[in-house]
């Protein structure tokens, strides 16, 4: 069966819901990009100060408040973890980057 052969109210239907999709795909994507403006704040702070780029305890914290949030909106917990653990590791990598442009600014300001 293709897509033209669904009936008209089911093809109206898909689409309503894909339109939903969209939409929801498009804020998870700005939500994303509100939360790299911030960590990238977090890393240059953190490069200031001379603190580590990662912060094991407060990843501990943040898994078990995601898992938490996922099981009472009825999300797969382990899915949240695998998606935080991922965003995560971007950011780790994102304050290293920060951390080794900063140590070479203070380097050459220091030359």
Not at 34 to 51: I, M, N
Request: charged share 25%; aromatic share 2%.
């Amino acid at each position: 069966m293709t897509t033209k052969d669904i009936d008209e109210s089911v093809s109206a239907e898909l689409n309503r819901l894909r339109e939903s999709i969209d939409n929801i795909d498009a804020a998870v994507v700005h939500m994303l990009a509100e939360r790299f403006k911030c960590t990238q704040q977090v890393g240059h702070l953190k490069a200031a100060h001379h603190l580590p780029p990662a912060d094991p305890a407060r990843e501990s914290r943040q898994i078990a408040r995601l898992r938490q949030l996922a099981q009472s909106a009825h999300l797969d917990p382990a899915f949240a973890e695998k998606l935080l653990n991922f965003i995560v590791a971007e950011v780790i990598r994102h304050h290293e980057r920060i951390a080794e442009e900063s140590a070479n600014g203070q380097a050459a300001a220091g030359d």
